[in-house]
């Protein structure tokens, strides 16, 4: 059970305060609702260029990092579809030092051209490495646009294409500021060996006196249901086939939600699932066999992405796959299997509890979510779905008119 | 009275570094299990390490194949069998089979541990390594290889590390297809039979686990019937080819680039005043290298040094990936950078900053029990006393620049340097 305590400044800043006197230190999260689906389509990749100008200095403190290294700490950030969020450590009673910091931020960046040359660089360095330097590490830069049509995740958070890092500006990067990192559009959590009173306390003196800001959340359109089966293939250098097949599914507080993550699990986690004892070691059609759900807030993506082995045809692959997926359509799951999906659920969330900073992030996102009680409710969540939510949720996900197929194939 | 943002708020310097007792309890003759509880989830760790490193190989990919074909099959169970059952229970069964050991390690939440616990010592003391099993691990095993095969880190790495310590020396031991192909049932049997049924040094359980859950375990390890250690491996010659080792991809666009060296012991008295040094020169966000390479120049996503600590011989390394084009900057800047470290004392204020950082990060790696046992299992396989990481606070403390400008010219002399570039010439 993790317990908390929530309040709003006058600027409309929602801090949330967890206490846990079993640990020497202190997690401090702020959560920006902005992510890559705000962005304009004809300048994608810039939440994520903008979190790295984030430590390039603010309006009062030259060198974000070399100050929270002075007081012992650490920090690092994350961009995704939907959200930046922002994570700094420190000894507990250094914590202070995160509150100045992270409102200095919060209420001026110093913009400056050599950062944002500088950040430009290394971010297209990023790009490389991630996306084009590695066999099939542009599988993302496919797969999403031939997934998503018109919503904006149909390009990954790194942006589209390196021109488009490229082309930022400073003004760009002003008027992103004073529209999204706005006190009424973030989320701050302390977490760790503080009191709430001087939580309270250093969440007023630092960051009560920011001004709200007039925040225009970017409008886009959802995604229209997909109607016909989509598929491409690609030619590359690469040493083996890959197969990707991506069905839409609900977003994250869809009912289905649930339901799909256990049916990822059923299929492919762990030595135990189905699609790693029938297509990976008893048909040896894959050397690898993924599945994954996206996550994303919006409506988001039931993936599986598999490795072909040598001499096995797209065809083949595809067709043992189907047939699996039609077993989950057609049969009830045995009682056994979903409580070992749900155990092992139960194991994930405990250990992922471990980590003052873990619960810290956890708490944010629960409630950028709307719903911070999340954190302790998400395993009934689990434990609510039954044999046939489960063949309910595979019947409308699992068909191919809702489905995405890639053929990555190895250039000979 | 309205705040100055200018000046910063005050802090504290960590003084005090607490590492937790944990018990040293006799499973049977030498044999040992630590137990060190903490944390307030109900979860738990075991690991059982054994004497099965690179060292212990007699062919190339014995040690990994054995380690990871563990759980795949005893006499009453199948692969799927074990699997099912430790699913079921919601245990993670893993195995690391490391330079210097392996580990086999049991994760899961303390009110199953009766159930994970016979499933997870059946397999590592009833593994029959299945004909079946073993096709379908190697077919997979090389198709993994061309994969990593195409990537230039991976290469880089690889001929680092041969030319670091030699093409036959165990800590440069990398599979090729032919070394997949020729293992055999035997093969893995052997080594299997010596170096894990015949090689358990400790066993290390962490979390916060009841008294019931430690009594069995010390039961069904001691019935288990492993044998521990007693003799320790020979140490072979390493043979470090220096210089430059280019190694042309036509289709790169960065290229993979790592410098390195031969370094001393963890057990050596410089050790971690190198440690320090290392942390300042390339170890965190604030050092040197991501701060005129990265920071400054935006030339890399990222670069950094590493002391790497094997029983053996350690070793010292630069790693990085960058444009092909800005490449020999990148290179120029390195040893710049090298060279600066070695001939002027490091400013007062960086140093400051470096040790708080430092302090502060020993902080957060002693936070949590999974966390502190690393440390212990640190502890133990380099026969390190208790006050090893409370004591790092006084050893930063009384740490110079003067120290450290000796420290660089002693570790850090670009002789013997080998550097390995993967890239477009």
Redesign the interface.
Known sequence: MITYQKFQLDNGLTVIHHY?N????CALNLLYKVGSRNEDPEKTGFAHLFEHLMFGGS???SEF???L??????SNAFTSNDITNYYV???A??I??G??LD??RM?SLDFNQKSL???????I??F???Y?????GDVWLKILPLAYKTHPYNWPTIGKKIEHIEAADLDQVQSFFFNYYAPNNAILVIAGNITFEDCQRLAN??FG?IPKRDTIIRKYEQEPTQLEPRKEDVYN????DMLVKAYHMGGRLDPDYYACDLLSDILGS???ARFY?RL??EK?LF??LDTYISGDVDPGLFLIEG?L??GVTFEQAEAAIMEELDFLKSHHIEE?EL??VI?????NI??G????LNRAMKLAFAEFLGDSELVNTEIDHYLSVTPETLLETAKSMFNESNCSTLYYHAKK | M??T??I???????DRL?FPDYHIIDISFGLKLYSLEA?????CRLELVFDAGLAKQVKIAQASFTSSML?EGTQNKT??AL??S???????FQTRSNADDCVATL???DK?LKNCLPLFLEALTDSIFPQKELD?QK??AI??L??N????SYLCRKLYYKNIYGEGHPYASFSEKRDIESLSREDLSSFYSKNILGGLKYALLSGKFSKASQTLILEQIKQAGFTSVTNPGVSMPITTKSGQHFFEKK????SAIRIGKVSISRNHGDFRKLQFLNLIFGG???SRLMKNI?????????IYSVLEPLKDASNWYIDS???NKNREQGITEIYKELDNIRRVEIPEEEL???R??Y???F??GL????SLADRLKIMIDYKLPNNYYPEFVATLNNTTSQDLLETANKYFDPNNIVEVIIGKK
């Open positions: 846990d079993s640990t020497q230190i309006k009062n403190v990092d070399t100050e290294q002075m007081a012992g700490g650490e450590t420190l000894p009673n250094n202070e030092t509150f100045w409102s200095d209420l040359d500088v950040q430009k660089n290394v971010v360095e990023e490389k490495e991630r084009l330097n590695q066999p099939y003196k630092w006196d250098d690469v040493p083996l762990g030595k135990s004892n990976v070691k040896r050397s690898e490795k082995i040598k056994n409580t070992k155990n092992k659920t139960e194991t405990l250990f509890d471990i980590s003052v | 309205s705040l943002r200018t910063r708020p005050e802090f504290h310097q960590v607490y944390g307030t989830l109900p979860v759980s692969a799927l699997a099912e430790l699913d079921f229970y919601g245990s993670y994760y899961c939440l199953h379908i077919k997979n198709q993994k061309v994969v095969e195409k990537k230039n289709d790169s666009v960065q965190y966000f604030g990265r920071e400054d120049k935006g030339l890399t996503y990222g990936e960058i444009n400051n900053t470096a708080n950082y302090l502060g990060s902080l957060r936070d949590g029990p999974f």
